[in-house]
Each structure stands twice: as structure tokens, then as C-alpha cells.
């Protein structure tokens, strides 16, 4: 049971791929210009987590070492063809919008890292857990900075207004600038809680 847990806790904070890594920031500062393009790719990196953390553990014991890296990328970019895919014919709105992003969850370092570091050298179930976990840490991370950039730009937050007419929305918080600042603040404040609960 504790290793069920530091697996939930390393994939959602400890061992956070955008609060402690600093892993995938492209899509991160990219497409987080609101909370509703955070959870789609988030939901999508997370789906590409589970399906190639499943297979790379499935077969770890039959690649040659020497092509382990290409093989990952094989099974990784069979699982973002199937989410570019789907996404297109039932979210194409949402689609449209992520665009080249999508595509780049081949070669997103948090997906081949976790491949490498955790799934080649653990059971299906345990890397199943660490797919998802991961993914749902990188999404929390996606989808705080995108509801915080905004709510600071617009005022508002998956469409309803948080912050009342009478708020002068921050137009620069939508744009990239504004998305270094507001990361910045985040991970000051992930490190503050870390220094509080004792964690060095």
C-alpha cells in the first residue's frame, strides 16, 4: 500500500512534472491561456501516459537495449495518433485550438521520461498508477495556471465571471510574458509549502 501512495503523491506533487521537474513546459506555457485548454491537454497527455507506461512495461523485457528509446517513441506515437484522432472527429473545437500541441506529445520529455525512469522497470499495474498520477499532476498544473492567467486576463474562469464588472481585466497575463510571470508565482508558492511541511 505505501508504494500505491508514493506513487500518488510523487505523480501529483513530489515528484510533479511542471512543480518539481520542470518537465513539458512547452505545452505548459503554450496552450494555458485558459482552464478549459489545460484539462483537454492534460486529459490527452494523461490518456498517452497510461497507454505507453502499460505497453513500455509489457514489453521491457523484449527490446534489445540498444533501440529501447526508438521503440518508446514507437508506442508513444501510437497513442498521440489515437488522442490527434479522436480529438479531431469529437473535439474539434478543442482541436483546433491545441493544434501543433497535440502532435508534440511525442516527443514531450515528461512521456519519454517516464517511460525510461519508471514503466521499463516496473509491473503493468504500478505503471498504469504512475501513467495516470503523473498525468493528472501534469494536468493539475496545466489547468492551475490556465484558470490563474484567466481569471487575471479576462476576469473569468471556464466562462462565468469570478471577478465582477468592476475589474479591469490584465490583457498580458493572456498573453506568453504573462505566462512566465504567473508560473513563476506558482512555483514560489509550490516551494513555500514544501519548506513548510519540511521538505528540502
Known amino acids: 500500500m ?14 510533479n512534472a511542471i512543480f518539481a521537474q520542470l518537465l513539458g513546459m512547452c505545452p505548459l506555457l503554450g496552450v494555458s491561456t485558459n482552464a478549459m ?17 502499460i505497453v513500455v512495461s509489457l514489453i521491457r ?22 488522442v490527434d484522432l479522436s480529438m479531431n472527429a469529437f473535439f474539434l473545437d478543442l482541436h483546433k ?3 501543433i500541441f497535440i502532435p508534440l506529445i511525442v516527443v514531450n520529455c515528461v512521456i519519454l ?13 504500478n505503471s498504469a ?5 503523473m498525468g493528472l499532476g501534469f494536468t493539475l498544473a496545466l489547468v492551475l495556471l490556465g484558470a490563474s492567467r ?9 466562462g462565468l465571471d469570478v471577478l465582477g464588472s468592476s475589474y479591469h481585466p490584465a490583457i498580458s497575463f493572456i498573453l506568453p510574458p504573462g505566462a512566465f510571470i504567473v508560473l ?6 509550490v516551494r513555500w509549502i514544501d519548506l513548510k511541511r519540511g521538505k528540502k
Open 184 to 189: 513563476g508565482f506558482i512555483l514560489m508558492s
Open 61 to 82: 523485457n523484449y527490446i534489445p537495449n540498444d533501440i529501447r528509446i526508438p521503440a518508446y517513441v514507437i508506442v508513444i506515437a501510437s497513442f498521440v495518433t489515437m
Open 97 to 99: 485550438v491545441l493544434g
Open 129 to 133: 498508477l504512475d501513467g495516470l498520477f
Open 37 to 53: 485548454n489545460g484539462i483537454g491537454m492534460g486529459l490527452a497527455t494523461t490518456f498517452v501516459l497510461i497507454g505507453s507506461n
Open 2 to 15: 505505501s508504494e500505491t501512495s508514493d506513487i500518488i503523491r510523487n505523480g501529483l506533487w513530489d515528484n
Open 113 to 125: 521520461g517516464r517511460a525510461e525512469a519508471f514503466a521499463c522497470k516496473n509491473n503493468v499495474l
Open 150 to 158: 484567466e481569471i487575471l486576463g479576462s476576469g473569468k474562469v471556464f
